[in-house]
């Protein structure tokens, strides 16, 4: 089965295709496709957003997909930036805007400073609907560390590790993070449906 992933993250395609590397499932990339298409994420929740986008591709397409909408919650900023991490500093801002606002923010609060990563994952193809959530949870500190991954994965410690997400290998990340979590399970339940 050929699945298109809703999704302009290159760094969320890699990974995803990489959890599905081992299936009979194909990945495909909006990338892939030569499409940007800037798709309106006008939901509050991750569960919402998601279906948003795996609906708007799969209008155009008409052909399976899945989609993830993700980020990280801060337990000192009452969970800030929750839905809104992609563009946290504002419109047009870059991955190191958002870490930077998010090392300000946490200024006046004393460590650790508890976090989680979330990532809802949904399918969607035209009359199946499946979805897992996978979390991350660690905390965050005061420097940017490291150049693997991306978003905020610089200034992130998983429990029971030393480094930042940034310092591990992708392969690693692709093993413990909220991503690998919620689609390794969606993809059980599709090839199920395949
Ligand atoms: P698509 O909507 O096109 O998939 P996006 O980057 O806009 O890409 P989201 O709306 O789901 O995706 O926003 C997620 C943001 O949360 C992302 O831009 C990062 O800033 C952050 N984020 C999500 N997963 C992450 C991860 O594995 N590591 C670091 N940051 C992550």
Do not use: W
């Amino acid at each position: 089965m050929k699945i298109i992933f809703a999704t302009q993250n290159a760094g969320k395609a890699k990974e995803v295709k990489a959890i599905f590397a081992d299936s009979s499932i194909e990945i495909i990339s909006l990338y892939d496709l030569g499409n940007n298409i800037d798709i309106e994420e006008h939901g509050t929740t991750f569960r919402e957003n998601a279906f948003i986008k795996a609906r708007t591709v799969y209008d155009i397409y008409k052909v399976p997909v899945v989609a993830d909408d993700s980020g990280l919650e801060i337990s000192q900023l009452d969970g800030r930036p929750g839905v809104y991490s992609a563009r946290y500093a504002g419109e047009n801002c870059t991955y190191e805007d958002n870490n930077l606002r998010v090392i300000d923010e946490l200024k006046e609060f004393p460590e650790p400073h508890r976090a989680k990563f979330i990532s809802y994952a949904v399918y969607y193809d035209g009359k199946n609907e499946r979805e897992a959530v996978g979390e991350l949870h660690g905390y965050i500190i005061k420097e940017q560390r490291g150049t693997n991954g991306f978003g905020y994965d610089p200034i992130f410690i998983p429990d029971g590790y030393e480094k930042t997400i940034s310092e591990l290998d992708f392969d690693f990340k692709n093993t413990i993070s909220h991503r690998a979590r919620s689609f390794t399970v969606l993809k059980e339940k599709l090839i199920v449906l395949d």
